[in-house]
Structure formats: structure tokens, C-alpha cells
């Protein structure tokens, strides 16, 4: 240790910029920097450590709610939509209605730029009337 000490005094270039140990005076106060460094470092990992495994204890005991979640069997789900959803005529008329409105009024899909309402416009589809069209078609589409 004492000869990388002496071997970093013997290199310390002084100029008009500062030293190449920067802002401290010597080689000895850069030592004492470092030491004090590593070792808060390590305190602070020790005390990461110990809330890591303050955490996973505290989980260990106390598992989140979703873990206590409980599935439903297919007798308790058929049961319970036949107590709060078939016999609720309410909620069963808004359900089918919302259902039928989906299935015979089908929608056009939006458009960009289509907030007054415009439809989608379909091109009339080019089919070829011989091979040369054909061929015609397809150096277009792989262009």
C-alpha cells in the first residue's frame, strides 16, 4: 500500500489546470476519501439487504389479497348468473339490446380524420382479363 502511495505522490503532475489527484491535496486525503466511500457503500448495502429480507418475511406472512382470491367453480358462476344477471330482467333487456344492436347494425371502423361521419370507400377490385394482365398485376403489388 505504501509504495502505491509513494508511487502516486511521485506522479502527481502540478500545473496551471490543478493535479491529477483533482480536488484533493495529496495522495494520503484521497486514500481517506476512498476508505470512506467503500465504507458507506457497504453500510448501505447491509441496510438494502436487511429491508430485502424485512420485505419478504413481511410477504411471507401477509400474502397479498389477489393471492387469496379463491377461483370460482362453473356450478358457482352458472349460479350466480342465473341469480343477478337471467333473472334481472332490467340488466337481461340492456345486454340482449346492446347485443342485437351489434350483430344488425354493423359499423364502419373509423377513419382518421373521420369526426363528421364519413364511410369507408372500397376501390373496384382490378382482375386481370388475361396472363400479360395478370403478370402486369403482380410486378405492381411486389414493386
Known sequence: MEEKMEQLESTEITSETGSILGKF?????????????????????QALSALQKNLKENEDENPSPESEKEELSSEDRIKLLQDYVYNNSDLRDKLLAKYFDDIILPKSPKLIGSDRGSDTVISPVSRPKSLEDAERIVKDMLK
Open 25 to 45: 491535496k495529496d495522495a494520503q486525503a484521497l486514500l481517506d476519501a476512498y476508505n470512506n466511500l467503500q465504507s458507506d457503500y457497504t453500510k448501505k448495502c
